[in-house]
């Protein structure tokens, strides 16, 4: 048996009225050739046969759709409590870690402050121990007549001092409203001849904590107090 689909027609194996894929096309009517004698089909059936079985698309594979879901109310209020206990816990640590480093702070400063008074007279009282002022790392500095530094008024305030006694110190202003925080220190003068007094006010916990260091560079009725460094209770 033979077939003539054409140019580019199917192979004559596959002509075969009798084939299942192919018997529909043809139709119902036909039948198999008598023998010997060749049996032609139209090229266009052939075509629409032969593309059909070779060209079949191949399967799509899908992924499997992942199913999101969201918190349950049990799940949520159980990252919540957490995350309460967390902040209840940690907050109170960081606080108390932030008050000791300004602690720390204006210690420092208190120290840098009380040593440079010390080192002023102790360079008076090697001058001779006279004169109402004395030459300190090249800043003239005036002192009381005991040789504490002390400021003057109308002439050398606190923040003269803090300047002339310290090298490098933090920022200093006088104190002046609006009383706004911020780095450094507030200055107040009390500068009179029965009490001196330097009073420098810390500004970065200003308003919510009051921290200060003070100096008395002449205290008339209280003696003791001449030279002497105060400061708050941090």
């Known amino acids: ?3 003539r689909g054409g140019r580019g027609g199917p192979p004559p194996h596959r002509c ?11 139709g119902a009517g036909d039948t198999r050739p008598e023998s010997g004698k060749t049996q032609e089909f139209p090229v266009d059936v052939v075509k629409k046969v032969v593309n059909r ?5 191949l399967p799509v594979t899908q992924k499997p759709q992942r199913r ?5 109310f049990v799940e949520l209020m159980a ?15 960081f606080m108390d870690a ?13 120290g840098g402050f009380s040593t440079a008074v ?23 500095i005036p002192v009381s007549s005991l040789g504490w530094p002390t400021p003057v008024a109308g002439t050398t305030d606190c923040n003269d001092l803090w300047g002339g006694l310290m090298q490098n110190p933090p920022q200093v202003t006088t104190l002046a409203a609006p009383l706004v925080k911020g780095e450094g220190f507030w200055s107040f003068t009390v500068a009179n001849p029965g009490i001196s007094l330097c009073l420098y006010i810390y500004r970065p916990t200003y308003p919510e904590r009051l921290m200060w260091i003070g100096y008395y560079g002449r205290h008339a009725t209280l003696p003791q107090f001449n030279g002497r460094m105060i400061r708050s209770g941090f």
């Open 1 to 3: 048996m033979t077939c």
């Open 16 to 26: 075969d009225p009798a084939t299942p894929w192919l018997s529909a096309e043809i």
């Open 53 to 57: 079985q070779t060209h079949k698309p």
């Open 68 to 72: 999101t879901q969201g918190f349950t």
């Open 79 to 93: 990252v919540i409590l957490i995350l309460s206990v967390l902040a209840a816990v940690m907050i109170p640590r």
């Open 98 to 110: 932030t008050d000791e480093a300004h602690t720390s702070a204006i210690n420092g400063v208190n």
């Open 118 to 140: 010390a080192s002023a007279r102790a360079q008076w009282l090697a001058d001779g121990g006279a004169g109402s002022s004395v030459n300190f790392d090249g800043s003239n």
